[in-house]
Every structure is written in structure tokens, then in C-alpha cells.
């Protein structure tokens, strides 16, 4: 027996600084994949699933349908959260990430299941029956549906206070069995951020091994922040005299652009600025400044060097440091706060 590639799974990220998740095969699969004659392999960050195929390349199993392979993605650390835009995740109860739509980057998905349950019709015509069970939340009406071997039922109503269904039609006589079945909620497995299904029939095998096999992508970008820099410097020095300047090759700012003139947080600290408050407590006797981006920053390993700080038109420093990936903070008043990566200059 020989054994070919089939797919590999794929973790990426936009900041080459992110400790990424791993990937796992779920314990159903794994004995699925031996019945098929298929394993898995770890190839550092990726995760490959080969077949065993005969001396003309043919599979050991042929499968009849269509089969779901699932696997984990672990669940991340704080670090990789504060890198990380999962806008995409909020509201998903069951995060999934699937091939269904052909493509070699996978599609991120919320989980939905159905359940079923029978009630018995307790007379003729239009009736009110609870539920046992609990639909998903934002169940809609047209999502619940009604079998009866007597005839059409309709699902007229649903009372998501009191968990239940008003029917009608002509299925519904007394003693009859209605069987109803209805989205319900889903949870990500223990341990894991989300699941990945990867779904294929044997012409999908025949090819992808063929071609020496698929490869599939989960992709992560960095997230995007304001910048924030406080300069504090002696006190006869005015405002308006410092500047922070951005070096003229535009490519590597990453969307990076300072808001005009500095606030001068000396005299009236904001009250708004829970850094500011703090820095303005420590560095009496100083002027504190404080320069913001005009908008979000995107996240990324390598350093945007030649920020330069100028005082009286001189450079003072010609490269300000980067605000760290673990100097967050927040500004704004209470309601309305906006998070920061702050960096702090005495000069």
C-alpha cells in the first residue's frame, strides 16, 4: 500500500508574531478515517489527512455518499485575542469553519441543528401544544415545520415566552401523533474555538489525489488600533513647538496618519484618559503631550520605523518606538471608550 496526500488543513495569520491555534481531528473522525483506510498527519502547524491507495492509485474504500470529516481549532490565549480581529465570531453560539463553498479558503459559519419531537393531537382543528424542547434564539415561524400522516399542518404562530406552537390544518385529529422539528441552539465542543468540516465524496477524492491533494486555509488577520504616543518634556517648551512626523514612504504605515496638533495634558488632564491621568500624577515638572493616530492602525510584527519626533522644527528622535502589542489601553468617556496601543517618550 502506498499512502498520497488527500488535504491539508492550515492555519494563517497576518501577524507573523501570533502563537496560532492548533488543529485536531475529532475522535468520530479519526474512526471514520480508519475505516476509509485514511490517517492524519501533523506537519508542524498544519494537519494533513493521506489515504492508502492500491498499485493504480485507487482508494481502499469507496465511499457511496457524501462524508463529513470534523476537526478542532484550539482555543486561543489572551495574546493571541489582543492580535486578532474575530468580529466575524460575535454572535456565533457554534463557530464552524467549512469547505462548502468550494473554494480552498475556508468559509466561517455558525453551526445549526435540528431537533425533533412528537406531540399528540388532543382534538380536531386548530391547537395550541407546547414545546419539550427549546428552539434556537431568533427562531422564525417559517423555520418550524409540522408532519402529519393525516394530512397538512401549519405552523401558525410561535410563543417564544410560553414555548409554544399554534397548528392548523387538516393532519391535525384527535390522537394523532404531529411531529415537529425546529432549529436549536449549538455549543462549540469544550477546549475548542471553533470546528471544521470538511465534506467530500469519492469524485472529490479521486481528484484531490490526483492532484496531489488540497490545500485548505483558515484565515486570522490582524486587528486594527489607535496609536497613541505621550511625549512628556520640560516645561518651556510649548505645545505647539513639538511635532511627531511619519517617514514619506507611505507603503509600511499600514493606515497610520497623526491628528494635527498635540493635546497638552499639563495643566487640565483629561479626565477621560486613564494613562494620561496617571503619566500627568508621575512626571511633575514636565510637559505632557499627548499624539493620537487619526484612525485605527493595522496590527503587524514588523515595526514602521522613521516616526520622528521634532522639537522647533530640530529632530529630537529619529525613530519612536512603536507602541508595544501588550500597551493597550483605553480613552474616551465612560460609554464611548475606544481601545489604544499607547507609547510613552521623555525626552
Given at each position: 500500500m502506498?499512502?498520497?496526500?488527500?488535504?491539508?488543513?492550515?492555519?494563517?495569520?497576518?501577524h507573523k508574531g501570533a502563537r496560532l491555534p492548533t488543529i485536531s481531528v475529532s475522535g468520530a473522525t479519526a474512526a471514520v478515517l480508519s475505516g476509509l483506510g485514511m490517517g492524519v498527519k501533523r506537519l508542524g502547524e498544519s494537519l494533513l489527512v493521506y489515504a492508502e491507495t492500491d498499485g493504480n492509485g485507487a482508494t481502499r474504500t469507496t465511499l457511496s455518499g457524501k462524508v463529513t470529516l470534523r476537526f478542532l481549532l484550539s482555543e486561543v490565549d489572551s495574546a493571541f485575542v489582543a492580535l486578532t480581529d474575530l468580529s466575524l465570531f460575535q454572535g456565533l453560539s457554534a463557530p464552524l469553519f467549512s469547505n462548502t463553498q468550494g473554494g480552498l479558503t475556508l468559509e466561517l459559519l455558525d453551526q445549526t441543528l435540528r431537533g425533533t419531537e412528537?406531540?399528540?393531537?388532543?382534538?380536531?382543528?386548530?391547537?395550541r401544544v407546547l414545546l419539550t424542547g427549546r428552539p434556537a434564539p431568533k427562531t422564525e415561524v417559517s423555520e418550524i415545520i409540522a408532519k402529519s400522516n393525516?394530512?397538512?399542518?401549519?405552523?401558525?404562530?410561535?410563543?417564544?415566552?410560553?414555548?409554544?406552537?399554534?397548528?392548523?390544518?387538516?393532519?391535525?385529529?384527535?390522537?394523532?401523533p404531529i411531529e415537529l422539528?425546529?432549529?436549536?441552539?449549538?455549543?462549540?465542543?469544550?477546549g475548542a474555538m471553533a470546528e471544521i468540516a470538511i465534506t467530500l465524496e469519492q469524485p472529490d477524492i479521486d481528484t484531490w489525489l490526483r492532484e496531489g491533494g488540497r490545500n485548505f486555509v483558515i484565515p486570522f488577520v490582524a486587528?486594527?488600533?489607535l496609536w497613541c504616543w505621550y511625549?512628556?518634556?520640560p516645561l518651556a517648551i510649548p505645545a505647539n513647538s513639538v511635532a511627531v512626523t511619519l517617514p514619506s514612504e507611505s507603503s509600511q504605515l499600514r493606515g497610520l496618519a497623526i491628528a494635527g496638533d498635540p493635546a497638552d495634558l499639563t495643566a487640565a488632564p483629561d479626565e477621560a484618559d486613564p494613562q494620561a491621568k496617571i503619566l500627568a500624577a508621575r512626571l511633575k515638572g514636565r510637559r505632557l503631550l499627548?499624539?493620537?493616530?487619526?484612525?485605527?492602525?493595522?496590527?503587524?510584527?514588523a515595526a514602521i520605523s522613521g516616526i520622528a519626533l521634532k522639537i522647533e522644527e530640530k529632530t529630537c528622535i529619529r525613530h519612536l518606538p512603536n507602541p508595544a502589542p501588550e500597551a493597550f489601553g483605553q480613552i474616551g468617556p465612560p460609554g464611548r471608550r475606544v481601545e489604544i496601543l499607547h507609547a510613552t517618550v521623555i525626552v
Open positions: 502506498k499512502v498520497k496526500p488527500l488535504f491539508t488543513l492550515r492555519v494563517t495569520h497576518t412528537q406531540v399528540i393531537a388532543y382534538r380536531e382543528g386548530p391547537q393525516k394530512g397538512l399542518v401549519d405552523i401558525q404562530s410561535y410563543d417564544r415566552t410560553a414555548n409554544a406552537v399554534d397548528l392548523t390544518g387538516s393532519g391535525l385529529q384527535k390522537g394523532i422539528a425546529y432549529p436549536v441552539k449549538t455549543r462549540r465542543p469544550i486587528r486594527s488600533v511625549i512628556a518634556v499627548r499624539f493620537r493616530s487619526t484612525g485605527p492602525v493595522i496590527l503587524d510584527s
